[in-house]
């Protein structure tokens, strides 16, 4: 092509386009497409230059990988160098490639070419170059197969003459090693041998290479120690030395006793290096190796605390430059030093200056690093001091450095059970400012297991836990005060969800500390206006269906919490009424219930419990309908409108000592961890009988359980069979039972049970328990109902026939036709109709239609948002982002890292442990079978028959007749009626000649030379002619047969 675009072109045509850039680069791309076809290198060449630069700006390449290994092929190494660095970036994804498996040969050849000398100018020199291409691209696009085909070509290049090539095959090992793992074991005593290379360059990528190898694995390489230890100690190369240390840094916590010889070279190093880099790994290094040099007794070196100090001045120089990456590295340093040596700060105040200047940096690397450092500096007299100033950071501070800091704070607070906290109310103020701040939800859950822990261990600072526990669960209401906390507008006040079940936890577990908690002044405990005390405003916090904090709906399980703490603050208030009206000369500063107070609890707790019983969480659902209906069971009724407030407060009092003894009869006591796997190991408890479970029942509690009712008698026993009660099936609100009393003889009218939301009646009172059907006693008790009758329509209960009764829309009509309408009409008043498409099939024709299987469509994947990256024109590569072929995930990486680590150098190699050989497979020859015994014996019995029919086909008469052309016998056609004329004796057959050959001899008048073979070759002869005619006379006639 005469008018090609270069290079220069297309990127001065991209610079010129800058509106329509994607259309210049898709005809760009066209035009590439066309070039790739061409049969001229130069051409394919300048297209490949042209689509790498596209493929650093986002475009595919992938589609010209066959085109870029034929320039790979070429004899030129300017077009075989653009042909490699193609195949490089061409290929980001090998394993799929089948593109791969034509570069074997290709490279096995440049490698192998490597030693070539050329013939006219008797040097090897150019072939080195080809092979470092090579090289190069075998590390970027290695696989398994590639690994194992061309590992002994890489191990050969590992002997080249040349220190270019040997470098550059050992750093390439190391990535044939990440796709081909058992390769290491076969290479291993070769890449030792580079470490003794004559050449510094060759020695440092061997240091390289088992540096990284020893990352993953550092056991297998401690018989290196002492050849690495040389290299410390005599290598002038700072960037090997680097490398060394690394390696025998991460050496020590396998072999401990390296420690102690590592200190005195390492300590030296610190003192003579200037190199940054290396005066950071040589500090670390030694930071290691502290932990590991104690000796046998227990004792450490004398040199240790000059070792310290040497390090503490040297990270401390780092912290305070003013390039924050040395900065960083220093405090990095720290972190390790303080691992062995916690106590070093404490001695050292300038550096703890310098770490909390870093808290203030604007880097937030910087600011994190110095946060972790923190808990080595907190004591038992700065920490108080120290938490205030975080907090001072918390609310400057902002994402995920905002949740580091909540962490940290909470961390040092409760390291070593509480060693550093000596005021745990303290603690409390501290826990509750975390659980208004905005933006740390993940740390929620870690604030209120802290808040339950400190007033679940700590005795002393309970009543103030409730008190801070009723000031965050009254603020959540529309309020006229709400305490402290509600200082702020309406719109700021914030709690964590999470904290929120902790603090109602806390209020009702200990609810009798609530008098103790509000006796203080300054706290205004009104939930909103209607409110009548704290237990009452407390009340409503937790049972209050809606929030006004900005919290609406609450989750399921705080509901939940909710809902069961309620029934604790009302048992303490019925008891603390009770305490109320026994105690007349109570003081006026200590908290009393009131009736009123009592009656407005009773009436929000049976309001609020209706609708909670209607949760679609079956937990809420569960505890609120039990609590409603334990309420019910006392003597609540319903509905409290007319009920005065003495009546309810009476209801209350006598049912303070049963709500006390069900919901709270002693606070919960702290467990330790052993005590708790203690009971976990000795297993689950031996069974006992309900005898035995109810002796430590205090029965005298349930006074109502009693008193007779219209099902149970005084005893407890059921009037009537157990069967006529169901607990599955309840009546229309018109429907009513019937109880008949054998005493009196009438008939006593019970209503059915009113729904929650019917607060309008009070027939809730008479039924308790739930709806119950037509129930009988006297002489008809002991007869059981039919069970056509009294089992309709309970789900626990199949019959065997249908009941016009059991359908689930019962029919006004007899017919089915008004049954499917009366069902239709049900259906839409409640649920609506459900209409099922056909989708335009008729049901005969569904049947016999098959379905087509649908073309998936092509999924485009979405790209990152702020990143445009345009795909090229080709059909299969159109739609798939460079994010998802590029390079290899974390995953992947990860993977070939922990195979690496598997690898065993220390176990010598097996049988099996072999290099791998390219060559073809030979089918091996099939050796002789040997007969035994048995094969002989049958193959001698058939010569012997063999033998048998030959001897006996002699002694049969197989002379023609004489003068007979074809050999017939005369007696065959009858006697002839003149006598035939003798033949000459010349023409006489003899014994050994065949009569019909003779007779064709003398047709054509030939006289032939008389045979000279012997006549049991001739007989032999015979008999195979025999055989043959027998089968193909067989064969005809089963032909014949078909």
């Not at 002038?236 to 396998?254: C, D, F, H, Q, Y």
Request: with cysteine.
């Amino acid at each position: 092509m005469v008018f090609e675009k270069t290079l220069n072109d297309l990127v001065s045509g991209i610079r010129s386009h800058k509106r329509d850039t994607a259309l210049f680069i898709s005809q760009s791309i066209a035009e590439i497409k066309n070039e790739l076809q061409s049969p001229d290198f130069f051409t394919k060449s300048n297209a490949l230059q042209k689509l790498t630069f596209l493929q650093m700006m986002g475009y595919t390449m992938s589609w010209a990988a066959f085109a870029a290994v034929e320039v790979m092929s070429s004899p030129r190494f300017a077009l075989k160098r653009v042909g490699y660095l193609a195949a490089c970036q061409g290929l980001d994804q090998p394993e799929n490639s089948p593109v791969v498996l034509l570069t074997t040969n290709l490279l096995q050849k440049e490698l192998r070419g490597a030693n070539v000398v050329n013939t006219t100018t008797g040097k090897g020199g150019e072939n080195i170059y080809h092979a470092g291409l090579a090289i190069n691209c075998l590390s970027n696009i290695a696989t398994e197969d590639l690994g194992q085909a061309l590992l002994p070509e890489l191990l050969h290049m590992l002997n080249h003459p040349s220190p270019y090539i040997r470098k550059k095959a050992l750093l390439c090992l190391y990535k044939v090693f990440l796709k081909y793992p058992q390769g290491l074991r076969l290479s291993y005593d070769k890449i030792k041998l580079c470490l003794e290379d004559p050449h510094p360059s060759v020695v440092s990528c061997a240091v390289n290479v088992i540096t990284e190898l020893a990352e993953k694995n550092p056991k297998n390489y401690l018989p290196l120690a002492p050849a690495f230890f040389k290299l410390l100690t005599s290598s002038a190369n700072n960037w090997m030395l680097i490398k060394v240390v690394k390696l025998l840094g991460s050496l020590v916590p396998e072999e401990p006793r390296l420690a102690r010889k590592l200190l005195e070279p390492l300590s030296g190093m610190v003192k003579s290096t200037h190199a940054k880099s290396l005066l950071y790994e040589s500090v670390h290094a030694i930071t290691l190796c502290l932990p590991y040099v104690k000796k046998a007794d227990g004792s450490q070196p004398a040199n240790i605390p000059n070792v310290v100090e040497l390090c503490v001045e040297t990270l401390r120089s780092f912290v305070s430059d003013s390039d924050q990456n040395l900065k960083y590295l220093g405090l990095v340093g720290f972190g390790s030093l303080l691992l062995s040596q916690p106590r070093v700060l404490h001695s050292h105040p300038e550096c703890r200056g310098l770490i909390l200047t870093c808290l203030s940096d604007e880097d937030v690397t910087i600011r994190t690093r110095a946060l972790g450092l923190l808990k080595f500096m907190a004591t038992k007299r700065n920490l108080v001091d120290l938490i205030s100033q975080l907090l001072s950071h918390v609310e400057a501070a902002s994402g995920e450095y905002r949740c580091q800091l909540v962490e940290e704070i909470i961390r040092m607070c409760s390291s070593n059970k509480y060693e550093l906290v000596m005021d745990f109310s303290w603690y409390v103020d501290v826990l509750v400012i975390l659980a208004g701040v905005r933006g740390i939800d993940n740390q929620g859950e870690m604030i209120a297991k802290q808040w339950m822990d400190v007033a679940w261990r700590v005795l002393p600072v309970r009543c103030y836990a409730v008190r801070r526990s009723l000031e965050i669960l009254i603020c959540r209401g529309p309020g006229v005060g709400g305490g402290n906390i509600d200082d702020a507008k309406e719109g700021d006040r914030h709690f964590l969800p999470e904290v929120l079940p902790a603090a109602a936890w806390i209020v009702g577990e200990y609810s009798q500390l609530i008098p103790d908690g509000v006796d203080e002044e300054g706290l205004n405990t009104t939930f909103d206006a209607s409110s009548k005390g704290p237990y009452h405003a407390l009340i409503q916090a937790l049972t209050a269906p809606t929030d006004a904090a900005g919290m609406n709906p609450l989750p399921c399980p705080t509901q939940a919490v909710f809902v069961q703490n309620a029934m604790k603050v009302f048992s303490a208030a019925c008891q603390r009424n009770v305490e109320t009206q026994n105690s007349h000369g109570m003081s006026v500063e200590k908290l009393v219930c009131s009736d009123e107070e009592l009656h407005a609890c009773v009436e929000t707790l049976m309001k609020n419990l209706v609708i909670y019983a209607e949760s679609t969480d079956p937990e809420v659902k569960e505890r609120a309908f039990t609590s409603y209906q334990l309420l019910l069971s006392i003597g609540f009724p319903s509905s409290t409108s007319f009920a005065t407030a003495a009546a309810t407060a009476s209801t209350c009092r006598g049912a303070a000592a049963t709500l006390t003894y069900l919901l709270t009869p002693e606070p919960m006591k702290p467990i330790s961890a052993k005590a708790q796997k203690r009971l976990a190991a000795e297993g689950p408890p031996s069974p006992v009988s309900v005898r035995d479970l109810e002796k430590g029942v205090d029965w005298d509690v349930f006074w109502f359980a009693k008193e007779e009712t219209p099902w149970f008698d005084k005893d407890g026993n059921v009037k009537g069979s157990v069967e006529n009660i169901s607990f599955t099936k309840q009546l229309s609100n018109s429907t009513s039972g019937e109880v008949k009393t054998e005493a009196v003889g009438t008939t006593e009218p019970i209503p059915a049970m009113q729904p929650f939301g019917d607060t309008s009646s009070a027939v809730a009172e008479q039924v308790p328990f739930g709806n119950v059907g037509h129930m009988t006693s006297g002489a008809s008790m002991g007869q059981a109902p039919s069970s056509s009758n009294q089992r309709v329509g309970d789900p626990f209960y199949l019959n065997s026939s249908p009941s016009p009764t059991n359908a689930l829309f019962p029919s006004k009509g007899t017919g089915m036709e008004g049954g499917a309408v009366d069902a239709t009409n049900a259906a839409t008043t409640r649920f609506g109709v459900l209409t099922l498409d056909s989708g335009g099939e008729s049901e005969e024709d569904s049947g016999m239609k098959q379905k087509k299987k649908k073309k998936k469509a092509k999924k485009i994947p979405k790209q990152h948002a702020g990143v445009a990256i345009a795909d090229s024109d080709d059909e299969d590569d159109d739609h798939v982002p460079r994010t998802k072929r590029g390079s290899i995930g974390k995953g992947d990486r990860a993977k070939e890292f922990a195979n690496l680590a598997l690898v065993d150098l220390t176990t010598p190699l097996g049988e099996d442990d072999v290099m791998p050989r390219n060559e073809h497979y030979v089918v091996p020859d099939r050796p002789p079978v040997r007969p035994d015994a048995a094969h002989q014996k049958l193959k001698k019995r058939k010569k012997d028959k063999e033998k048998k029919k030959s001897s006996r086909k002699e002694k049969s008469p197989t002379a023609a007749v004489t003068g007979d052309l074809l050999g017939f016998d005369a007696m065959s056609f009858g006697a002839p009626a003149v006598a035939p004329t003798p033949l000459p004796a010349a023409a006489a057959p003899t014994p050994s000649s065949n009569p019909i050959n003779s007779a064709f001899d003398d047709l054509l008048g030939l006289e032939m030379p008389p045979s000279v073979e012997a006549p049991a070759v001739i007989q032999a002869d015979e008999a195979k002619a025999r055989k043959a005619a027998k089968k193909a006379f067989k064969k005809a006639k089963k032909k014949s047969k078909q």
